[in-house]
Nanobody, 124 residues
């Protein structure tokens, strides 16, 4: 069965960096695109970044993080990463990964379930 385990979040000061990890299992990892989402209190869940299946040669980033974040994948480890630099208070949210289908900019979960997410807090 699908399992998604996010980690790497924490409390950082503005301008700091974090690397989030998502360990996935229960499906053929390399055959699917993967995405990172975030949800801040009182806001809708937002697509942050996505990476294409297999070699991950195509990526997508929402405008608000473009240039500050890098999504990558390691198929041998069934893991997707989100490197976050120059963090801002508005990046504060719970971050989730998921298995997705569709065009990267409008990707949606393939199986409908979610992990517990990892909390990112950017504050001075």
């Amino acid at each position: 069965q699908l399992q998604l385990v996010e980690s790497g979040g924490g409390l950082v000061q503005p301008g700091g960096s974090l690397r989030l990890s998502c360990a996935a299992s229960g499906f053929t990892f390399s055959g699917y695109a993967m995405s990172w989402y975030r949800q801040a209190p009182g806001k809708e869940r937002e697509l942050v970044a996505a990476i294409s299946s297999r070699g991950g040669s195509i990526t997508y980033y929402v405008d608000s993080v473009k240039g500050r974040c890098t999504i990558s994948r390691d198929n041998a480890k069934n893991t997707v990463y989100l490197q976050m630099n120059s963090l801002k208070p508005e990046d504060t949210a719970v971050y989730y990964c998921n298995v997705v289908v569709g065009a990267l900019s409008s990707s949606r979960p393939a199986f409908g379930s979610w992990g517990q997410g990892t909390q990112v807090t950017v504050s001075s």
